[in-house]
């Protein structure tokens, strides 16, 4: 299956990530992840991209579509992956589809984790409460929310006209969501 995530901060979108790949032997490849890995390792795309991650700004498209474009050409990829973190603008949406166009693929789906902003912003204050991170006030929370809204909504408008948007309800336990979206999954038309 070819996927991309998409989810809100505290959505608990890197958990689901982590085992839907699990459950369907498919990568996770989280363009956050491969950033942060080549800054630890002091790469020359880490020393390149670390001030961009400090200052929370985007990394430029080009480099972003050049690690993924990497990174999908691997063997693990080529039957299937699930893209957290990417696509995130316009641009790297037609990226992607000029590289899978190439290879002649095509997505299945784009998972929507859906929580409501009053529930997100309860969880995080919760875990700002008891981790002791008193940056995370309430009214940080909500600007991250606002923002994730603004930067997803084009690509949610995009996809949605592919009829490849998959709405699943983030709300509840964990396993709970995870049995949402196998549920969802698995009534995927096969291709
Ligand atoms: P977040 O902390 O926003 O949940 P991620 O782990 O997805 O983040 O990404 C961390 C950082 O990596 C982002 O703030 C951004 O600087 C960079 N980044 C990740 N994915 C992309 C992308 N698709 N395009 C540009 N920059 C990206």
Not at 80 to 102: C, I, K, S, W
Not at 157 to 173: T, W
Request: proline share 5%; charged share 30%.
């Amino acid at each position: 299956m070819r996927l991309i995530i998409l989810g809100p901060p505290g959505a608990g979108k890197g958990t689901q990530a982590e085992r839907i790949c699990g459950s369907r032997g498919i990568p996770h490849i989280s363009t956050g992840d491969i950033f942060r890995d080549n800054i630890r390792r002091e790469t020359p795309l880490g020393k390149q991209v670390t001030g961009i991650l400090d200052a929370g700004g985007y990394v430029p498209d080009e480099i972003t579509n050049q690690i993924v474009a990497d990174r999908l050409a691997q063997d693990d990829a080529r039957d299937g992956f699930l893209l957290d973190g990417y696509p995130r603008t316009v641009a790297q949406v037609e990226a992607l589809d000029t590289l899978l166009a190439g290879w002649g693929h095509a997505l299945d789906a784009v998972l929507e984790l859906q929580v409501d902003e009053q529930e997100l912003v309860t969880r995080l204050v919760k875990r700002a409460e008891t981790s002791g991170r008193t940056d995370d006030t309430e009214d940080v929370i909500r600007e991250r929310q606002r923002i994730y809204r603004e930067e997803t909504a084009p690509l949610v408008r995009i996809y949605s006209e592919r009829h490849l948007v998959v709405p699943v309800d983030g709300v509840g336990e964990l396993d709970e969501v995870s049995e949402r979206i196998s549920t969802a999954l698995d009534g995927l038309p096969t291709a």
